[in-house]
């Protein structure tokens, strides 16, 4: 039997998912380029709007008129290094939510001193993988995601598992990326950073479950787990969700 | 029945697509981050030749060796504002039209400032959606197209409504920039830039109308709409056409 | 009857996959805007893992973390500029095997010089079409492939030409660029440049064929491609491969 944090991970899935697409929320997005296309379409595809620019000399103005920012570290260009540290202050100063990705941090130690630098500003959530979260410190009030073949969604108190989500992931680009994107959607609409996590999480894992039962290859597999995003309905999520 | 410009748009779509696929004719475009890959598969798809350099020292040269430019705010960094100005000016000397696409001017201030800017170099056209065109002052020499359910498009004397596309095109990131690169092509073979923007907008809106009878969800749609542009011919356009 | 160096391309091909599959080697690849999601997508779907970065602080980090490195001119930026030459001296320090992609450099003067500043520091392999290698003057120690309805490959003493491939290719963008991305795949892990390059535009002009088989158009020829790559084994290389 599922306990009472399972069941309310699946019913905010639902809940949360039907505000989204009844509200629309502004999500701005400060990605890497080979994430940036498909980051857009899974956000666009439950109903967000998201904008991406770059440009420090109206960062703020985006920030300002988006409810939850989202910082990816991948392909770090002087332009993003110069601007991510003001849209950070905006979206503090505002009190808008905002996660970091902090992309292959494992890679260089200069990028990892910059995901260091943006984690003392105090992100709500940090999602990334096994071999980056090696290279970061727990953080107590920050939710932490580390996904892979399980996804690992904790607070500190709290803490889920989410087995949902095909291999085939593994073999498309930018899907951990498009996964943050989908994160700071959620948390445009949802006070509650770490079930904000889970939630998104759940949904993207199903979609790509459904969207892996279609696929021919990693090629097609992208516009379908697209397209089962869209179409993601309560009775999908209550009857794959595989939580825990 | 159909009035004489409403078949005049029609034929011109049938025709303009002709010279297309057998000129195939280079044009440049400066467009955001996000819409770069899918405005270049767009204009691949009917036979047009994209280029995309954003880089100051060699645009000249780009401007040089095609025959209609695309201007494109979104995302703007640093390199496009050295850039377009460069580029645009390029255009103005060689008397090639170009086409502006103020994307998002209505969140901030600073990005409607150089918008302005740039109007004031007289655009060949300008398209933008609902929420942009509100910011913007009419300007009599420019063929203006507010696109949406129905685009509109007029050059102050002529002016027609397109009533094809899919609400799915709504659902995929940069159709909107898509179709500005798509009036960039035909303005590279048509001297009327009312008919020019008329026609593209049309041949846009059938193929996502073919397109969205196929697709599953959004991220099928893309690719299909590709598709459907690249296979569009004389009946289907007469057939499908919603002009008036 | 094949020629044993034909033989010997075919096999390498199968060998080489099979490598790639196992070892999964990691390949920094500097390429524009428009390529770089679907170079990446090609490079996971034979398992390969990319990264991209462009910032010059971190790049040759990266470059060492990788046993190959792409180099591809298109849209160069500022900071690809700077961070192009780095990211070479990093490549030969390290005895890395690197690949160039001489984009459009028969548009620019500027691009030009600056793609024969790049062939002075010599390349593993130089991949461009047609209208670009007219520019360039023949390097004795570099494989040069010539891309196009038949790919030519040549290292001043074996040649061969690869006739597999589709039309479909010339009409979806950045096609040459992601071929130039799998070759660095295949020259991270084949110590032959030759061979390596042979290989790795037979594997893609065979996915091509296979792609175009089901593809109804050039939108859905690209996640077919994908699709097709991931897939490919001895058999559908043996039966397909047109080299001669």
Redesign the interface.
């Known amino acids: 039997m599922a306990s009472p944090l399972v069941e309310e991970v699946v019913a905010r899935t639902q809940r949360d998912l039907a505000i989204i697409r009844e509200e629309r929320p502004r999500v701005h997005v400060l990605t890497?380029?080979?994430a940036?296309?498909?980051s857009?379409?899974v956000m666009?595809?439950v109903g967000a709007v998201?904008?991406?620019?770059?440009?420090d000399?109206?960062i703020e103005?985006?920030v300002g008129?988006t409810r939850a920012l989202v910082v990816n570290l991948?392909?770090?260009?002087?332009?993003r290094?110069i601007s991510v540290p003001i849209a950070i202050a905006a979206a503090r100063k505002l009190q808008r939510p905002w996660i970091l990705d902090p992309v292959?941090v494992d890679?260089?130690?200069?990028?990892l001193a910059f995901a260091h630098m943006l984690i003392d500003a105090g992100p709500s959530v940090i999602r990334c993988n096994r071999d980056e979260v090696g290279m970061l410190e727990g953080e107590s009030d920050t939710v932490l995601a580390v996904t892979g073949e399980i996804d690992h969604v904790t607070d500190g108190e709290r803490r889920v598992d989410i087995a949902n989500g095909s291999p085939l992931m593994d073999?498309?680009?930018?899907m951990g990326c498009a996964a943050s994107a989908l994160i700071g959607v959620f948390l445009a609409i949802d006070e509650d950073p770490f079930m904000a996590t889970a939630a998104a999480l759940l949904a993207f894992g199903i979609a790509g479950d459904v969207a892996a039962e279609k696929?021919?290859?990693?090629?097609?597999f992208?516009?379908?787990?697209?397209?089962?995003l869209?179409?993601l309905d309560d009775a999908s999520i209550a009857e794959r969700a595989r939580v825990s």
């Open positions: 890497n380029f080979v940036m296309n498909v857009a379409n666009l595809a998201p904008s991406m620019t770059i440009d000399t109206v103005d985006f008129s991948g392909q770090l260009d002087p332009w290094k292959k890679r260089s130690g200069r990028r073999r498309v680009t930018a696929a021919q290859g990693p090629g097609t992208q516009p379908l787990l697209i397209d089962a869209h179409a």
